[in-house]
């Protein structure tokens, strides 16, 4: 059966009965085995900041010991800062300075971080070309990928480009493109994907009867190849097939609904991958909503 999972806070946690605080990655490995997760996804990076405080050797050991108290829990996937943009113009700016420049940065610090902590994956959105156009858009990122990942040529960590909604000028949103982004990288065995349900089903790939996932499914392996698929986030979407807006909801409180969540965790094909949830934390009312998604995850792959 699929590893179910969700990404999970890196902020500060208490623990009680053992007299500790615990931050950093160390905490959503804590938070993860608490929700009695397969794997978990983190961010290694404040998500809406350029600037970055130091991955501390404290916190890098801090890690490895709780990953080696929760062996189970694996893989452990980082998804870099939503702030980086490797499909913008170069001339692009902000406060800091061009966008272009502090993506690049950043996305090398995120590598090196995932490197640091023994980590396999690091997602990452391909960004919005702004102008440029989709061609130029998305040669800017096969550039921007290659050139990240050339100082760690040696290292086990992959880059996984994540589909996008096709909102704006999204680059990403259609698998051609995709496609074509992990097809011209110099990188080829250190890039691969990472598909999101709602962001499919936003940019037209419906999901929701069996007919529709095994069109889907087909055109991801025509397109693109299901060996180069290494995560999937597991999203129901507020809003309709192919509006092209990015809402994420609960599984099976969306327009996806409840059977193409049980056609995709039972397909033999994704039997042993990482399905991590992005769904919001909490419902309406305040009530905690992970538990209640993966427990739904769960029996419908009738897995207890």
Known sequence: MPRFGAHLSVAPLDLPDQRRTV???????????QLKCDCVQLFLRPNRQWTAPELSP??????????????????VVAHAAYLINLAGPPEARVARGRVADLSLAALKDELARAVALGLPYVVV??????????????????????????PHRDASVTLLVEN?????????????QLALI??????????????DTCH????GYD??????YQSTIAEIDRRIGLDRLHVWHLNDSLREL????DRHTHIGCGAIGIEGFRLLVNDPRFAAHPMILETPKENDAGRPMDPVNLRLLRRLAGKK
Not at 125 to 145: D, F, K, T, Y
Not at 242 to 245: L, S, T, Y
């Open 23 to 33: 931050s950093g990655p160390a905490a959503a490995l804590l938070r993860a085995g």
């Open 58 to 75: 404290e916190q890098v050991a801090a890690f490895a010991a709780e990953k080696t108290a929760a062996g189970a829990i694996h893989p």
């Open 125 to 150: 959105h391909a960004g919005n070309h702004l102008g440029l156009g989709e061609e130029a858009g998305w040669r800017r990122v096969v550039a921007a990928l290659d050139e990240a990942l050339d």
């Open 164 to 176: 996008t909604a096709g909102q704006g000028t999204a680059v990403g949103w259609r698998l051609e």
């Open 182 to 195: 992990l097809d011209h990288v110099a990188h080829r065995a250190r890039v691969g994907l990472c598909l």
């Open 200 to 203: 499919l089903f936003a940019a």
């Open 207 to 212: 999901l929701r009867t069996p007919e529709a």
């Open 242 to 245: 192919a509006g092209r807006i």
